[in-house]
């Protein structure tokens, strides 16, 4: 406008005033150009980039963890808008982002074509200033945002369902090229665009391939698996109780397990869904948390009563007082701790709805416990891999009886069981 009053003025976008973007900017390490913990410094209108081709002016943060930063971008040639994640300059956030750009290549190289839609697309990588960077497509919001902006309500069943698939479909096409994602939750699952439920999954940067498991601690706490917890190698499974987290907080509007430390989100799944079976708790990581006992109805010739030995869950005082621990009783977000409870006695989507389509809402509640049970059986052996999940009358929309079950019970685990590998077919 101002342009149009005075034409000798000229306007450019380089020449307005640099914000600092990153939180902390106070320079420190670097030659100047990180700050304390090795991010680099970011300002508006900086430019992230040396070759031709690969110059990338800096417009917005969009985010920041403890991997690095988050920027929206504009490629200076294409004039694309662009997410840009700017890694720290450490060793090992260097070495994990490394292995996440080589896992998006494996995937678009690997994965059956039908299913990439479902995974973020790797368009460029490069360093500027000992910091590698990884462009990708600028998406819309993530499944937390979109629970956080419906005041953290659950979403209509039919909105959950088309989540749910999607998700499934994106995991069976990890579980085929055995891939495991390690850090599925609300926030690494994006719309594609703002008007249209689409979704993409991202931040591979924890993710492995099944039979070279890098790390012993991983997911995020509300979505951590049992086997993780208790230290029981694990398989693709981890992923299918993630889902089953994401989608049970998708219609209820909060975690199902938000456990305060692992203790309590361990203690939170037993008062769902009962103990662990006895093989889960040989591991050395156990120990932490379960009490071994001698099986008093044990019987050496006959035994039908689960072993020799039982374990219990230690009290959150049994376990405050071995490791010198001030640990509290939790919150609870909902009134009852079954899962059956939970979802039944959940706020109907509407005010005064009619007989029948309070009928009709909790038959299909009844479905979807159905479902969340077997995608969420604490025995990663017993779990449903994805491809038995999409058969499910909850994502079909078959008519629900109120019985079912996979049409192969097949469960593959590398799982080990008193040192043997387990694979059941």
């Known amino acids: 406008s101002y342009s149009m009053c005075v034409p000798e003025y000229d306007y450019q976008k380089s020449k307005n005033p640099r914000r600092a973007l990153t939180k902390n900017s106070k320079p420190c390490h670097n030659g100047g150009y990180d700050n304390e913990v090795y991010d680099y410094i970011l300002y508006v209108n900086d430019i992230l980039g040396t070759e ?7 417009l917005d943060i969009l985010g920041q963890g403890t991997f690095g930063q988050v920027v929206k971008c504009q490629n200076l040639k294409t004039q694309e808008i662009v997410a840009v994640k700017v890694i720290k300059a450490r060793q090992e956030c260097l070495q994990q982002s490394i292995a996440e ?36 497509k600028l998406l819309s919001s993530n499944l937390y945002e ?36 390690c850090d599925l939750k609300p926030e690494n699952i994006l719309l594609a665009k703002l ?29 951590r698996s049992p086997e993780v917890i208790l230290g029981v190698d694990y398989s693709t499974s981890v992923d299918m109780w993630s889902f ?65 030995y039982s374990y219990r869950l230690k009290t959150l005082d049994e376990f405050n007082r071995e490791f010198n621990l001030h640990e509290s009783p939790a919150k609870q977000y909902f009134c009852d701790t079954k899962l059956d409870k939970i979802v ?57 009886t109120g019985h079912w079950a996979p049409p192969t019970a097949r469960f593959s685990s590398d799982i080990r069981r008193g040192g043997r590998s387990l694979s059941l077919v």
């Open 195 to 223: 008007n249209k439920p689409d979704l993409k999954v991202i931040d591979f940067g924890s993710a492995c391939e099944e039979h070279q498991l890098l790390y012993s601690y991983v997911q995020s706490r509300f979505y």
């Open 244 to 308: 089953g987290c994401i989608v049970a907080e998708l219609f209820l509007g909060l975690p199902l397990l938000p456990g305060t430390s692992e203790y309590e989100q361990l203690a939170r799944m037993v008062q769902t869904f009962g103990m662990p079976p006895s093989w889960m708790m040989v591991e050395k990581k156990a120990s932490n948390y379960v009490v071994k006992q001698d099986n008093p109805s044990y019987d050496y010739f006959n035994d039908k009563s689960g072993g020799r």
């Open 344 to 400: 039944m006695i959940y706020r109907l989507p509407k005010k005064n709805m009619p007989r029948d389509a309070v009928d009709r809402e909790m038959h299909e509640r009844s479905c979807l416990v159905h479902f969340l049970k077997g995608v969420l059986n604490i025995s990663p052996l017993e779990r449903w891999t994805p491809q038995e999940a999409l058969q499910h009358p909850f994502i079909t929309e078959e008519p629900w």
């Open 52 to 58: 031709e081709n690969k110059k990338y002016l800096v």
């Open 101 to 136: 750009g080589n896992v998006l290549e494996y995937i678009d190289k690997k994965v059956d074509p039908k299913y990439k839609k479902y995974f973020i697309d790797l368009k460029d990588k490069f360093m500027h200033k000992y910091h590698l960077c990884l462009v990708f």
């Open 146 to 181: 979109i629970i956080k902006q419906n005041h953290h309500h659950g979403l209509c069943i039919k909105l959950v369902r088309n989540f749910a698939a999607q998700i499934l479909e994106a995991l069976c096409a990890l579980k085929e090229i055995k891939i495991i994602h």
